[in-house]
């Protein structure tokens, strides 16, 4: 069968999928994004980006319309040799991964499915979902092929990383991994075949490992403030010409829309028998809860104004998903007398006050994401950071 396109992306204008559809149409491919949010489906037809990702508005005005489009109409899923579906396994408010949600969806978009088509998973998922998505496929009887090909890019990063790191392909044939490895050598030029069960699971244990990473930077910036000691001073010493203590990061706000909910997902898969996943969540998610007890301790809060910076849950981001800094704003409200927040790059909050505003109203302010822009913010106020950014020291 010939097909008019070669790519289609559902949920093509969020995070994860616009950078992937912008990624293939610069690469010549002819790309659709399908997304049922009306208001970034509009964005990106009219050539704007709906979010901040460093590079792609450049790209998004190169390929449009030529070879991208993006639609609202499901029934643009038939045109498209290649379906990439980014469509990722959600938690309840409990943290309980529901394994079903996904293969659920792709029943939903069976009526749009034609015979012929590879049908790609792209984000992440747990361990089971690629075999049920070709259960639900197979009854069906649609003659697709399915592959998980799991995206790797970090936010910020994406139109460098999608080029430059190998990309993981499986597949439960050959020539279902030859066809996602030709999908994908558009854009990466080295491939790693894995069993989708496997694809699943490095996944998992990627985001797990830097989420436990972070936890242990961060217990260890607690210890050494709870001593009178300056974390970032001892970090930096160690590492110096020093290789196998490289990869010790330093102390922040370990948050976002995936490190937490891959590791009670991973933590669910084994049957919630995973004690270092479960203490690297009660070190980070504590970290906000640390830092106001901390300030506590050298300042009278119930009589003062607190100044948050950074309300994105990185730097140099306008995502607010899962993002600490409103944890900290939550348990600011109740301990200080007034809180006041600022980001630069947030657009959807409209409570956030400028940047003038916190600091001629605020009596001490806490770097909650460590954007660039206040590196050499100029104030005479007492500033928390516990990123180390301004060079300062992180000693709360």
């Not at 998004?60 to 980014?86: F, K, M």
């Not at 639900?136 to 990063?157: D, H, M, N, W, Y």
């Not at 933590?267 to 007890?293: D, I, K, R, T």
Request: proline share 5%; with cysteine; charged share 25%.
């Amino acid at each position: 069968m010939s097909f008019d396109r070669d790519v289609v992306v559902v949920g093509g204008c969020g995070h994860v999928g616009l950078p992937l559809g912008l990624a293939f149409a610069d690469r010549g491919l002819q790309v659709a994004l399908y997304d049922v949010n009306r208001s970034a489906v509009d964005e990106v037809a009219s050539g704007r980006m709906p979010f901040e990702e460093a590079g792609t508005q450049e790209v998004l005005e190169r390929v449009l319309p030529t070879r991208l489009t993006a639609t609202a109409d499901p029934t643009v899923v038939s045109s498209a040799e290649n379906v990439v579906i980014v469509i990722g396994t959600p938690v309840d408010e409990h943290l309980n991964p529901d394994p079903n949600a996904v293969s659920s969806a792709i029943a939903e978009l069976l009526p749009y499915l034609v015979d012929g088509q590879l049908l790609v998973l792209r984000s992440t998922l747990y361990p089971g979902t690629t075999s049920l998505v070709e259960e639900t496929v197979a009854r069906s009887g649609k003659q697709l092929e399915v592959s998980f090909c799991p995206e790797r890019i970090a936010e910020g990063k994406a139109m460098i990383e999608l080029y430059e790191l190998p990309q993981i392909v499986s597949g439960r044939t050959e020539a279902v991994l030859d066809r996602s490895a030709k999908l994908f050598s558009n854009l990466a030029s080295q491939m790693v075949r894995m069993a989708p069960e496997e694809a699943e699971l490095a996944k998992l244990f990627t985001n797990t490992w830097r989420y436990i990473k972070f936890a242990t930077a961060n217990q260890l910036f607690m210890m050494a403030t709870d001593f009178g000691l300056d974390y970032e001073r001892i970090r930096q010493g160690l590492r110096l010409d020093y290789p196998r203590a490289a990869d010790l990061p330093g102390a922040g706000f370990a948050a976002g829309p995936c490190l937490l909910k891959d590791t009670m997902q991973l933590a669910a898969f084994n049957n919630n028998n995973f004690v270092l996943g479960h203490a690297a969540m009660l070190v980070n998610e504590g970290l906000p809860l640390y830092v106001v007890s901390r300030l506590e301790m050298r300042h009278p809060l119930a009589e003062m104004t607190v100044g948050i910076l950074g309300m994105a849950f990185k730097s140099e981001s306008d995502d607010i998903r899962s993002s600490l800094s409103y944890k900290l704003r939550r348990i600011l409200r109740f301990k200080a007398a007034d809180v006041l927040c600022h980001d630069p790059y947030v657009r959807s909050d409209e409570t956030l006050a400028s940047l003038d505003e916190v600091l001629e109203a605020s009596d001490i302010l806490i770097l909650a994401a460590p954007h660039k822009c206040y590196d050499d913010l100029k104030t005479e106020l007492p500033v928390v950071d516990i990123w180390g950014i301004r060079g300062e020291g992180t000693l709360l």
